[in-house]
């Protein structure tokens, strides 16, 4: 029922009204991404998310029985749109990365179809006359059930480290997925889809560029798009992009962080004088998108390491030796934390442990002047192209 009493609108009122009352000489929008904060605060703008995430208690609902969490998250979904008509809601069904909770809760990303009126408002109050605004968009794919009511389901997700078809019933993977979840492969019936490439969770609606643009041509303000096919060239190009920064201050830009999921500290980033990069998760695929990144890079003096465990098992997972192996990158400290990695990857670890850790660097200040915009895109452009990055 309290489904029905969330306000989209007030979401973005929430967002902005963390920034101090000031002039920004730009800013970051769209896909979550934790490489977005850390270049947002290079650039010393504000960082306004595309959507929003929602986590609902679904008391009877079951970890391998897709089509009833589909049935269950249209009728939440529908009293969630009943008040907010300028929102989409794709719903997400995936023991692979959720484990158990994928029966025990609706997962709903609540993505805005245009710029909310507090970002409007926000944006022409506190951006610089001219200031360029940064458009950030996940360009992953994945299966997807769309019927045109608002709300959209997908089985599985590009973050759980799998493929499409490893959520297929008869793939031996998703069988492993549910044995761990508590789930039974025979009862796992997926309705069909109406895309098989539509854009993921965590892309940004056709809409909200628009609007974006239309909104940015009036106020002249000029829009940069910066499209990432994974999230891994984004963490690289704004790795190297904070490198440089640093070097140009005259620091040594050669010790590297290496942040998990919620384990991220920007601050104590840029205090402390690292180089940050975040992997999205604890998958295979991320953490050998920065052994490939550190392995043709400049080495590092030192790499410390933040593995935030997923809470779940999953053939998908990358198991501490593999952890171990980034931080081996380091010339002379190579350091995994121990808080972190203390029952990985089934435990769980509050989101201050990347504080904890992090403030124990020593200081590096004062910190760098900011980038500016044009900066930031030449180096994007520079450091990301062969990683796919797509600036525009």
């Not at 969630?80 to 484990?99: K, T, Y």
Request: with cysteine; charged share 20%.
């Amino acid at each position: 029922a309290q489904t029905a009493e969330v306000d989209a609108e007030r979401v973005a009122r929430w967002i902005v009204d963390q920034y101090p009352h000031r002039r920004f000489p730009g800013a970051v929008i769209g896909s979550p991404h934790g490489a977005a904060v850390h270049l947002a605060v290079a650039l010393g703008v504000p960082w306004l998310p595309a959507a929003f995430e929602m986590t609902v208690h679904w008391n009877r609902g079951a970890v391998d029985r897709p089509r009833a969490a589909l049935d269950h998250g249209a009728a939440l979904a529908g009293r969630l749109l009943a008040g907010n008509a300028d929102v989409h809601v794709r719903q997400v069904h995936c023991p692979a990365s959720r484990g158990a909770l994928a029966g025990a809760t609706v997962a709903l990303a609540v993505r805005w179809r245009s710029l909310p009126a507090a970002y409007t408002r926000f944006l022409a109050d506190r951006l610089e006359p001219g200031a360029g605004v940064l458009l950030l968009r996940d360009a992953r794919t994945w299966p997807v059930l769309d019927e045109g009511r608002g709300h959209s389901f997908q089985v599985g997700c590009p973050a759980s480290g799998l493929d499409p078809v490893d959520f297929h019933p008869e793939a031996h993977a998703l069988r492993q997925v549910l044995r761990s979840a508590g789930g039974d492969g025979a009862h796992w019936e997926p309705p069909e889809v109406s895309c098989p490439q539509g854009y993921a969770e965590n892309g940004v609606e056709s809409d909200f560029e628009h609007s974006a643009r239309q909104w940015a041509a009036r106020r002249g303000h000029p829009l940069h798009q910066v499209h990432y096919p994974q999230p891994d060239a984004l963490s690289a190009a704004t790795a190297d992009l904070y490198r440089r920064w640093l070097r140009r201050a005259g620091k040594t830009g050669n010790r590297l962080v290496v942040e998990c999921g919620r384990l991220l500290d920007p601050w104590q980033v840029v205090r402390a004088g690292l180089v940050p990069y975040w992997c999205e998760n604890a998958t295979r695929r991320r953490v050998e998108g920065v052994e490939w990144w550190l392995a043709g890079s400049e080495p590092f003096s030192s790499v410390d390491v933040l593995p935030e465990p997923p809470g779940v098992r999953s053939p998908a997972l990358a198991g501490l030796p593999q952890w171990l192996a980034v931080a081996a990158f380091g010339r002379r400290r190579r350091a995994l934390d121990r808080g972190s990695a203390r029952g990985y990857p089934v435990t769980s670890v509050p989101t201050r442990r990347a504080t904890e850790v992090l403030r124990n660097q020593p200081y590096d200040l004062p910190v760098p002047p900011p980038l500016t915009v044009g900066e930031a895109l030449e180096t994007l452009r520079d450091t990301g192209a062969h990683q796919g990055l797509l600036v525009s």
